[in-house]
């Protein structure tokens, strides 16, 4: 009996952690991969800890019953920095979390004074406080929290013109102290709108996020003798909505290659 592939999922609000998909994929062309945009609880940070933490762990188990894999990466800050610990007592598959670049930022600053640019709930959350505490006591950190850049990043990512105004409206918090010179994207979203956040900005700043630690971290974590085949990995997305717009589909489609499946969950 011929082994079934190994497989990799990744779990999302939205598009955010392509991102971090993309860069595994570059990394590991050859696993199959699955990638679930939860539209049908968008946006993850708006949500309660409570209703998050019970969304996962439901997600979590519809996936695994719906296509099972092997490994799993959560690309979005929000849902690490609360689930991580839980979700790996509940589960015998590894789990690769992405939470705030916090110490690459306070190791990368020269002024010692950094922002984190997240959602309102990864913002708020008491894992990255500790985060702040263990990698960041000897820096002034500025936080911003922002639900409605997570929408304009979807919006972007469909071709959708986005408001600059409203993009610097939000980042305002950033620019209270002059001395900031460095900035955690701590929602993988914002990766996609990273232009348009340095164009609100008074300065240069250094951008600094988790894509490549958390696709290296992936990529450690495969078994040795995944890579023995040349073979293109397959790739599915799945939206929790059944109802996603025609132009994302087509996006999904032509430029990841992904068979798209849309659940109502």
Request: with cysteine.
């Amino acid at each position: 009996m011929k082994a079934a592939p190994y497989r990799v999922c990744f779990i999302d609000s939205g598009i955010g952690g392509l991102s971090i998909y993309e860069a595994f994929r570059t990394l590991a062309p050859y696993v199959d991969t699955i990638y679930c945009a939860d539209y049908s609880f968008f946006p993850y940070g708006t949500k309660t800890e409570e209703a998050l933490l019970d969304r996962m762990l439901a997600l979590v188990d519809k996936l695994s019953a719906l296509h099972p894999f092997d490994l799993l990466v959560i690309p979005c800050n929000t849902a690490s920095t609360l689930i991580l610990d839980v979700l790996r007592q509940k589960v015998s598959f590894p789990v690769v979390g992405t939470v705030p670049a916090i110490k690459t930022a306070g190791q990368a600053s020269h002024s010692k004074v950094i922002g984190i640019l997240a959602t309102k709930g990864t913002v708020s959350r008491a894992y990255t406080k500790k985060l702040e505490d263990e990698f960041a006591s000897d820096c002034t950190v500025v936080r911003c929290g922002s639900s409605r850049l997570v929408e304009l990043a979807e919006d972007k990512f469909q071709g959708i013109p986005i408001s600059i105004s409203e993009v610097k409206k939000e980042v305002h918090p950033l620019l209270s102290d002059k001395n900031l010179d460095t900035v955690v994207l701590a929602c993988t979203h914002f990766s996609f709108i990273k232009e348009e956040l340095g164009s609100c900005l008074d300065r240069l700043v250094q951008w600094v996020d988790s894509t490549v630690a958390v696709a290296n971290r992936a990529l450690s974590l495969l078994p040795k003798d995944v890579s023995s085949t040349n073979k293109i990995g397959a790739s599915i997305f799945i939206s929790t909505s059944t109802s996603i717009p025609r132009k994302l589909e087509r996006i999904l489609r032509e430029k990841y290659a992904f068979e798209v499946e849309k659940i109502d969950f």
